[in-house]
């Protein structure tokens, strides 16, 4: 998934997500203002360590994901929107916490 953030600290960047059955999450910037994730040869962003992942289905187009990022310490707890293709949630550290918005696209 293809999550682009419109509202937060990250606002303006976009971040690719992989969900694997083992209940782990990798994810990775996609453009170059996104920080904190690491460089690879030739500058390319390669993924952050994978974190595990809580997702529950609300409806059968809303659902909900939490994951705590092990590098940055930051929880990001996100409502998938299904029909619009929207996201709003909130990511937290232990001193901040901060309301997001964006949207999302599945890709292969």
Same mark, same amino acid.
């Given at each position: 998934? /293809? +999550?682009? +953030?419109?509202? &937060? !600290?990250?606002? %303006?960047?976009?971040?690719?997500?992989?969900?694997?059955?083992? &209940?782990?999450?990798? +994810? /990775? &910037?996609?453009? =170059?203002?996104?920080?904190?994730?690491a460089? *690879?040869?030739g %500058?390319?962003?390669?993924?952050? !360590?994978? =974190?595990? #992942?809580?997702?529950? /289905?609300?409806?059968?187009?809303?659902?909900?994901?939490? #994951? $705590? =990022?092990p590098?940055?310490? #930051?929880? $990001?707890?996100?409502? $998938?929107?299904?029909?619009?293709?929207?996201?709003?949630?909130?990511?937290? &550290? =232990?001193?901040?916490?901060? !309301?997001?918005? *964006?949207?999302?696209?599945?890709?292969?």
């Amino acid at each position: 998934m /293809r +999550w682009t +953030w419109t509202e &937060g !600290p990250t606002q %303006g960047s976009t971040h690719e997500h992989v969900f694997h059955e083992d &209940g782990t999450v990798e +994810w /990775r &910037g996609v453009d =170059a203002s996104q920080e904190g994730a690491a460089s *690879g040869e030739g %500058g390319e962003k390669k993924a952050a !360590p994978a =974190a595990k #992942y809580a997702a529950i /289905r609300i409806t059968d187009e809303v659902c909900v994901v939490s #994951y $705590l =990022a092990p590098e940055s310490g #930051y929880t $990001l707890t996100v409502v $998938l929107n299904f029909r619009d293709h929207s996201i709003v949630g909130f990511a937290s &550290g =232990a001193k901040e916490w901060f !309301p997001i918005e *964006g949207a999302f696209e599945v890709v292969s």
